[in-house]
């Protein structure tokens, strides 16, 4: 039976990350705990001579006789650095953007347009980013977290399941995960019970996001350009996505640590008051990411048009609503844009830059047709792509796949999309590695990867797969709602 333990303080320690300072501010402390000059040293010099040799490369006829082995080459390399990054002690944004510059000047002609595209996904990231900011700094998302009044465990793994989900429909994955695991530090005592709650919030988050245009990176690129709609994923994606949480929360339900009573633990959420006018903004800020779709539909006009229409609203609305307070700075939207992950977005940058290379080289056309001839069944292709992201991350994935693939290929809402859009999203949670929501809960709770391998890949895994096999059913029968 589950115990709490009420004399166990819910603080958390000095060395617990803080979800409410940023990356960038936590990155700067561990850089000075792990400070060593002579290492560092070394590691620059090592950096600035393979850029130099890149650059003069670049120059070489070799490399312009042989431009699609060494795009090839530099992409491997480049993504091996993303893959091994913390074993390097290399940001993945520094190494996207260093991978990206020498294939854009190898295939700059042709990348004018996949230019743009690439700049509009950016931009409409950063806006929905800043837009969650400031509700978030107007603790706008207490109207949804105060409602939470259970202890149960079973109970309340359910709710923060079904919150998770409904949240990370219309937040990025790894913005729902600190606020949710926020939320459990204030619910719930540290024990394993509360790790094993991290867990679901990991899983839900990303099944959340894997049945909406606007609820994950990979489902949000997809969308823009067109590889599928808003109603018609929405309605095929739901019912698999919903599969995909429902049966590791099922399983969890069986083991020790959900099966016991849970004791009532002080209410630390009482403490934290809304900021003024904090349920405006919140209702004005998830109307803006909600309206995009609409916004969409209605006009025929790109996402990012709709996006920086509810971003502007939002900043005139703080401007008014704050002015003469000098003292809410921090509530106005330019503080939340010195808030915002940048790098993330800069590494998204770099990675659709080098993807978008190959694809004007036809590199990624010839890979296509090779899986084509060697693997037929476009539902093994799909599935394939989720699980290697739980590996590696998902938007240089995804952002292939698009390379590899158009719309005369396969159109607009067809089953390879819609399944490249679920098993990208879902797979991640299969290793906690494997997702930003994953990582997120690393750093905020010390979850160990071992300890998640043991616990929780394996009821993730059963949820991928039955969301896999209910989407085929649903596809194969027209049981969509």
């Known amino acids: 039976m589950l115990m709490f333990n009420t004399n166990q303080e819910l603080t958390p320690s000095p060395r617990v990350c803080d979800p409410l300072r940023s990356v960038d501010e936590t990155s700067s402390q561990d850089f000075e705990d792990t400070y060593q000059p002579k290492t560092d040293f070394l590691k620059a010099l090592t950096v600035l001579a393979a850029a130099a040799t890149g650059a003069v490369a670049i120059n070489q006829s070799w490399v312009a006789a042989n431009q699609d082995v060494t795009m090839a080459l530099l992409f491997g390399i480049g993504y091996a650095g993303i893959i091994f990054e913390e074993f390097l002690a290399l940001n993945k944004s520094g190494v996207g953007l260093l991978m990206a510059a020498p294939s854009v000047a190898i295939a700059v002609s042709e990348l004018t347009r996949a230019s743009a595209e690439v700049s509009e996904i950016v931009f409409f990231l950063l806006c929905a980013m800043t837009i969650v900011e400031v509700v978030d700094a107007h603790q706008g998302f207490k109207l949804v977290t105060d409602n939470i009044t259970t202890r149960k465990p079973r109970t309340l793994l359910w709710v923060i399941g079904l919150v998770t989900f409904l949240l990370g429909s219309v937040l990025d994955n790894l913005t729902c995960t600190i606020i949710m695991v926020s939320l459990l530090r204030k619910l719930v005592p540290p024990s394993e019970y509360r790790k094993l709650l991290g867990a679901v919030v990991v899983i839900a988050s990303n099944a959340g996001g894997a049945w909406t245009p606007i609820g994950d990176v990979t489902t949000t690129m997809l969308w823009i350009h067109g590889q599928i709609s808003t109603l018609q994923t929405m309605k095929d994606l739901l019912i698999p996505s919903a599969v995909a949480l429902a049966v590791p929360l099922a399983l969890m339900s069986l083991t020790s640590e959900v099966s016991g009573k849970g004791q009532d633990s002080p209410n630390v959420l009482a403490s934290e008051q809304m900021a003024p006018r904090g349920k405006l903004v919140f209702s004005v800020g998830f109307g803006a990411l909600v309206f995009v779709p609409v916004f969409r539909a209605i006009t025929g006009l790109p996402p990012l048009m709709g ?109 390879f999309w819609q399944m490249v859009a679920y098993c990208a999203g879902t797979g991640g949670s299969m290793l906690v590695t494997g997702s930003a929501a994953g990582v997120a809960l690393m750093g905020m709770e010390k979850v160990d990867f071992f300890w998640y391998l043991r616990k929780v890949s394996g009821f993730a895994f059963a949820g991928y797969a039955s969301g896999i096999a209910a989407y085929l059913v649903v596809h194969n029968l027209h049981l969509s709602p």
């Open 307 to 415: 996006i920086l229409l509810g971003l502007g609203v939002l900043w005139i609305l703080t401007d008014a609503i704050h002015c003469g307070e000098s003292e809410r700075k921090k509530l106005k939207v330019p503080h939340a844009l010195s808030r915002i992950d940048t790098q993330g977005a800069l590494f998204f940058l770099g990675i659709l830059l080098s993807v978008s290379s190959l694809e004007a080289a036809g590199i990624l056309r010839r890979l296509a047709n090779y899986l084509n001839v060697h693997i037929p069944s476009i539902e093994l292709i799909a599935s394939a792509i989720g699980v290697v992201s739980a590996i590696i991350d998902n938007v240089p994935l995804v952002a292939a796949t698009m390379g590899m693939y158009d719309l005369t290929s396969f159109p607009q809402d067809s089953e």
